[in-house]
């Protein structure tokens, strides 16, 4: 009697069935976002997952903080500590406040601080268990976290669900990048490897600086941060957009302004310089459109709306929504963005339009590196008031998203896996 023989699995050319090419196991649906809940952090991780393709295919987690009353001055704790803290300095309280009487209140849920309830808590063994469970039914999953408060959880994922899981980190997580399969940070984030860094910080310190050790094959390095802006993005806005810009005399300035960080300090200041120079290129301009963020100082903000905010070429907006960000992506003809924020920046020279940055030599240590880079480029200019607005210029548009994207890619197939076309 002949052997049975098992029909040859179908040439690649004629489309080999996924059965073949590793079958549901090896090709990647669906996507976890670790977000911290802090928007410029959680907007680089939708903005990665948005460019794979898997934009209606993630689920958000968060890895919340208790907040309120001196956990204000507990954020440099690592998250599990703080939260465990705030749990023993409320039972230290609850016993002071109710001592003599026979029965306690009840602990409320989540520790009971204040934001958060009704928010999906990043729960790792949970996280670990439904890539497991669900794993031969619907393939491996990506995860994608971005912020200090998600290392731990990202990397815990990882050493737990290894074989179901694929997981990438936003941001320098500082210490064993080996913990991740591919971490995406900006090249400002290895500056304290330059010798200018090294000579700006007492030597004794030198081995408390962080990175500590320079990229490898499994870190892509990226000139700002990621964001959810593209071509496709920027026509969707503009055609949203387009009864509150379209009719607006052009051209339309708009005005992106922050608040000082750790690397970058300014004050009412910085606020009146600005106006100043917004007072000298208004004949050039058709519309300026300023727009402050939470973080503008009260006192900034003031000045700049008692000094600009009743001439008619000018809009300010409340805060109320919508927020017209996205159609000022679209519609400007330039922007003028304050030095403090990298996500801000990043959303605007991604549009390939004239950049102008205001402050940015009161910045200092990684955020001054960052702005060299994009001068360098030719991406950003100094905002000084004598600029006329009228007269644009381009450069190639920062494209860290796809590119990063891509490289996801290429690290997924050297695992073996793939993101479903």
């Known amino acids: 009697m002949r052997p049975?023989?098992?029909?040859?699995?179908?040439?690649?050319?004629?489309?080999?069935?996924?059965?073949?090419?590793?079958?549901?196991?090896?090709?990647?649906?669906?996507?976890?976002?670790?977000g911290n809940g802090f928007p410029g952090s959680e907007n680089q991780s939708i903005g990665l997952v948005r460019a794979l393709g898997l934009a209606d295919k993630h689920v958000l987690y968060r890895v919340t903080r208790p907040k309120g009353g001196m956990n204000e001055w507990l954020h440099w704790l690592p998250v599990s500590l703080h939260k465990k803290l705030d749990y023993i300095i409320r039972q230290i309280c609850v016993l002071l406040i109710y001592r003599g009487q026979k029965t306690l209140p009840l602990p409320t849920e989540n520790g009971g601080s204040v934001g958060l309830k009704c928010v999906l808590e990043a729960d790792v063994q949970q996280i670990v268990t439904m890539a497991r469970q669900t794993f031969e039914k619907d393939g491996p999953i990506l995860v994608?976290?971005?912020?200090?408060?998600?290392?731990?959880?990202?990397s815990s994922i990882k050493q737990l669900a290894s074989d179901n899981v694929f997981v990438v980190q936003i941001q320098h997580p500082r210490l064993h990048l080996n913990r991740f399969d591919l971490v995406i940070t900006p090249k400002h984030d290895y500056y304290p490897l330059t010798r200018e860094a090294q000579k700006q910080v007492p030597q004794f310190i030198h081995r408390w600086l962080t990175p500590r050790e320079p990229p490898d094959r499994h870190v892509v390095l990226t000139t700002g941060a990621l964001h959810q802006i593209d071509a496709t993005a920027l026509r969707n806005a503009a055609s949203a957009w387009r009864d509150e810009f379209a009719t607006l005399p052009k051209p339309i300035?708009?005005?992106n302004i922050g608040g000082p960080t750790g690397n970058c300090r300014y004050g009412a200041d910085l606020a009146k310089q600005l106006t100043t120079n917004l007072h000298s290129v208004l004949a050039s301009c058709g519309s300026i459109r300023i727009c402050f963020s939470n973080r503008t100082p009260e006192k900034a903000s003031k000045v700049i709306t008692k000094e600009l905010g009743d001439n008619p070429?000018?809009?300010?907006?409340?805060?109320?929504?919508?927020?017209?960000?996205?159609?000022?992506?679209?519609?400007?003809?330039?922007?003028?963005?304050?030095?403090?924020s990298v996500s801000m920046i990043s959303e605007v020279c991604s549009t390939g339009k004239p950049a102008y940055i205001m402050g940015?030599?009161?910045?200092?240590?990684?955020?001054?590196?960052?702005?060299?880079?994009?001068?360098?480029?030719?991406?950003?200019?100094?905002?000084?008031?004598?600029?006329?607005?009228?007269?644009?210029?381009?450069?190639?548009?920062?494209?860290?998203?796809?590119?990063?994207?891509?490289?996801?890619?290429?690290?997924?197939?050297?695992?073996?896996?793939?993101?479903?076309?």
């Not at 210029?393 to 896996?417: C, F, I, R």
């Open 360 to 421: 940015a030599e009161r910045c200092t240590w990684k955020l001054s590196e960052f702005h060299k880079s994009l001068k360098e480029r030719g991406v950003v200019r100094p905002f000084t008031g004598s600029e006329n607005i009228s007269e644009s210029w381009s450069y190639p548009p920062l494209n860290d998203t796809a590119e990063a994207a891509s490289q996801v890619h290429k690290a997924l197939a050297e695992h073996g896996w793939r993101l479903r076309p």
């Open 313 to 340: 070429k000018v809009y300010i907006w409340d805060g109320q929504e919508p927020n017209p960000h996205m159609g000022h992506l679209a519609w400007a003809d330039a922007f003028v963005v304050t030095a403090d």
């Open 4 to 34: 049975i023989q098992l029909p040859e699995p179908p040439s690649p050319k004629l489309g080999m069935p996924e059965i073949f090419e590793g079958g549901v196991y090896g090709v990647v649906r669906r996507a976890v976002v670790i």
């Open 144 to 154: 994608v976290a971005s912020g200090r408060d998600t290392i731990s959880v990202a």
């Open 253 to 255: 300035l708009v005005v």
